[in-house]
Structures are given as structure tokens and as C-alpha cells.
């Protein structure tokens, strides 16, 4: 098999990995809610990007090794990488910046093969205000069209 191959079908698993991950976020809410609850899930989320993220980069650093030094495979990987980083800075900073508005927990969620930011809040008492707040903020620092800024309270 090809290295180019080889790529795709890491980005292809990547990309499937990321949709687990959200599907399993949407689809694993309880009916009852509590603050332990919700911070454990924020906790936890968090924990999963993570690892996830880590897990890529490791792939990305595998096929980085094992590939020449001028190989468009190489380049390829090592553009990935850099991406994967961007984005976690990236995110990390939305984050603390949303929670400096006074949000109990935020999470902020982007992706390489899609456009879309997400914002999950924690806030009892989120309304219209708050989310125009939060889509001044991103829309400041992102590049990224208004049509795919999704905002979601956690109540």
C-alpha cells in the first residue's frame, strides 16, 4: 500500500474518530442533571479530546519518521501536525476567554475537515444576550463565516 494511501486512510480514521467522539457526547445526556454531573462531563470531554488529539499526533509523528525527507507524505503529515496544534492553542483560548465572561464551564470544539466552531456553555440562566456575546467574541477571533459558529447552552 502506498503511502498516500496510507494518509488517507489515517485521515479517514482520524475524521471517523472525531465523529464518534461528538456523536457519543450528543448522545449520552440523562434526564436529570445535577452540577456534579455537569462538570464531570466537562471533565471528561475534555479528557477525550485530549487523548484523542494526542493519539493522532502520534500517528502523524509515526508516518513523519517512517517517511523520506522530501516525500509529499511527509510534508503532508507534518502539515496535519501543525493543524491539530493550531487548533488545540486555538481552543484553549476561546475557552478561557468565554470563561472570562463568567461562564462556570465552556468547551470549545474545531476541527481540520470542517468549518464549523461549536461552543457548548454551562450557564443556568443562558439566554439571547449571552449567546450574542459569545458569537461577538468568536467571530473576533476566528476567521470563521458566521453560518458555522453553533452555539449550545448546557443547562
Known sequence: MSKKKKIIILSC??????VTAVCNFL?????VY????STAYFSEYRSERSSSRNEQILQLDKIIAESQEDSEVRETALTQKMQL?????QELKLETLIKAYGY???????SITSPNVSVIVKNDTFDQADAVKIYNLLTQETQVDSENINIIPYI
Request: aromatic share 0%; glycine share 4%; charged share 20%.
Open 27 to 31: 448522545l449520552s445526556g440523562d434526564s
Open 104 to 110: 462556570e464551564e465552556v468547551v470549545v470544539t474545531m
Open 13 to 18: 480514521m482520524i475524521a471517523l474518530l472525531a
Open 85 to 89: 496544534t493550531m487548533l488545540t492553542e
Open 34 to 37: 445535577d452540577n456534579t454531573t
